[in-house]
């Protein structure tokens, strides 16, 4: 842009969000991950001609714009939201697999791709390995999504996120060392490969004291505050400082994030945040990795579309199949020796490992003049696209056929039970009120009642049987009912300092205990 208009940037970016939460409402509400909607609206618009949109487009697909928006004003904050609620029990639960898939499969993933594009693309050495570190992050958004709505194990979606929050920072490294550095470390012979690999060392663990200092830093602070806004502010600092810090120290940011943000999340939490602290601020990275999420996907569709294949499609093709194997051979070698660990599951990390928005900011921070940008950027677009499209939508019927979508023993009967129950109350309801208004006898209404009142009764018996077989249906019952009579009570304190009838002192002291109970609600389920 050659002025800045800050009125009319902030007009473009307040389209985009518009646009973007429209078509997550939408998705959400018909029960379809949004990040491939958001994708998939965003390629039509950018090849459909909208007089009206034509400002946001070019805008957003400034490549300048771009990598600003997705690496240093959203990428901290996804980051940090995943970490921040990823207990530290669930980490050490499974930090073999984790471990195994991040750094393991990582660089095999890395060193697969590399060679294969150096020998089936023909493509150079620092080509050959920019494009494998591309393709070695994980964005696992569409997954989780689709995981909530189908509830599958947790501790499947607990392998995933910890991949990918770790991969990322990996990969990142990796992208920066064969994008600026290889040829260099190549020239040096045996001496390069020694500099390569203390470059990956420092910045890995550089990465890690930062964050962890920052962390512990801000973890002793929020223990002098019980003042959640304020120590939603020191999270922002924290998320955002730590990236930074890291950044300009040449360290790998991504990895100082989320260990700060596992520290703030993990031993913050513990020995300096209320409850009601601890659901704020859950609650406040929860709304803004949302407005994140969907205005990348947004931007990742808009951007796909600038791309030409033309006579690209062979290239296209194989480097897609390159990826697939790569993955494949990674997850599978990596998690050999991994004990307890469902084979099912393996299917689902290798074929859920997508690709998403940092491999195409990080390609669009490669130098205008650096050789063989354009190849890089239309193989590593078209490869995105196919995963976040191909591969998130066919991840739901994988689920299915693997079987691990299945919700727990007895819960399809208890559905059709409530469902029943809900039909027959409706009709009782329905039978007074038209009974009220078209003046309808007692004695005939009576036969009918009486008629849903039995089933009723039936399925109430059906239940308690289904219960005493099945405890935990009937704590999540409880827990519906615990919860909406908690709802209740905030309500109601509302109402009383509206009437003016009780002072905000009390409020905030009320509203607080009601809080707390919500949070250990949450912890026990």
Do not use: C
């Not at 697909?61 to 530290?88: H, M, R, W, Y």
């Not at 399809?412 to 029943?420: N, Q």
């Amino acid at each position: 842009m050659h002025e800045l208009d800050f009125h009319h940037i902030f007009e473009l970016g307040l389209t985009l969000i518009m646009i973007a939460a429209g078509i997550t409402a939408i998705a959400k509400k018909v029960k379809q991950p949004y990040p491939i909607a958001l994708v998939i609206v965003g390629a039509i618009i950018g090849l459909i001609n909208i007089p009206a949109l034509v400002a946001v487009k070019d805008f957003i697909t400034e490549g300048e714009v771009f990598n600003f928006v997705i690496i240093t004003l959203f990428l901290p904050a996804l980051l940090g939201e995943a970490a921040l609620k990823l207990p530290f029990s669930h980490l050490k639960e499974n930090k073999g697999p984790i471990l195994a898939l991040a750094f393991g499969g990582t660089l095999l993933s890395f060193l697969i791709t590399g060679f294969s594009a150096l020998w089936l693309l023909d493509f150079s050495i620092p080509k050959a390995f920019v494009f494998a570190a591309l393709m070695s992050a994980t964005d696992p958004v569409s997954v989780i999504s689709i995981f909530k709505s189908v509830g599958v194990n947790k501790r499947l979606a607990t392998v995933i996120e910890g991949e990918s929050l770790f991969n990322d920072g990996l990969a990142v490294v990796l992208f920066k060392i064969s994008a600026f550095y290889l040829l260099t470390y190549l020239d040096l012979g045996i001496v390069g490969a020694g500099y390569g690999l203390w470059e990956f060392i420092k910045v890995i663990s550089l990465g890690l004291i930062i964050g962890g200092a920052l962390g512990y830093g801000f973890s002793k602070l929020t223990s002098y505050f019980d003042d959640y806004p304020l120590e939603i502010i020191f999270s922002i600092i924290l998320f955002y400082g730590a990236f930074l810090l890291a950044e300009s120290m040449h360290a790998s940011g991504v990895i100082a994030v989320v260990v700060a943000a596992l520290m703030f999340g993990n031993y913050g939490a513990k020995i300096g945040m209320s409850p009601t602290t601890k659901l704020n601020i859950n609650n406040f990275w929860e709304v803004t990795a949302l407005l994140a999420n969907s205005v990348v996907f947004l931007m990742v569709g808009l951007e796909i579309t600038k791309i030409n294949l033309a006579d690209k499609w062979g290239l296209v093709f194989l480097a897609i199949l390159i990826v697939l194997i790569a993955r494949s051979i990674a997850v599978y070698a990596s998690l050999m020796f991994t004990k307890n660990f469902p084979t099912s599951w393996k299917h689902v990390i290798n074929w859920g490992g997508l690709k998403g928005s940092l491999s195409i900011a990080l390609v669009l921070s490669l130098p205008h003049d650096y050789s063989g940008r354009e190849d890089i950027l239309i193989i590593a677009f078209s490869v995105v696209l196919f995963s976040l499209v191909f591969q998130g939508l066919t991840i739901k019927p994988l689920l299915s056929a693997l079987g691990l979508n299945k919700k727990e023993v007895g819960y399809k009967e208890y559905e059709e039970l409530i469902a029943r129950g809900h039909r027959f109350e409706t009709a009782i309801n329905e039978i007074h009120t038209v009974r009220k208004n078209l003046f309808i006898t007692e004695t005939a209404a009576k036969e009918v009642i009486t008629h849903y009142e039995q089933e009723l009764s039936l399925l109430q018996s059906k239940l308690e049987k289904l219960f005493e077989k099945y405890p935990s249906l009937k704590e999540k019952q409880q827990t519906i009912l615990q919860k909406h009579a908690l709802y209740a009570q905030y309500e109601a304190i509302e109402k009383l300092i509206k009437e003016d009838i009780i002072s905000n002192e009390v409020a905030e002291q009320e509203h607080s205990q009601i809080t707390d109970k919500l949070v250990k609600l949450e912890d026990l389920h």
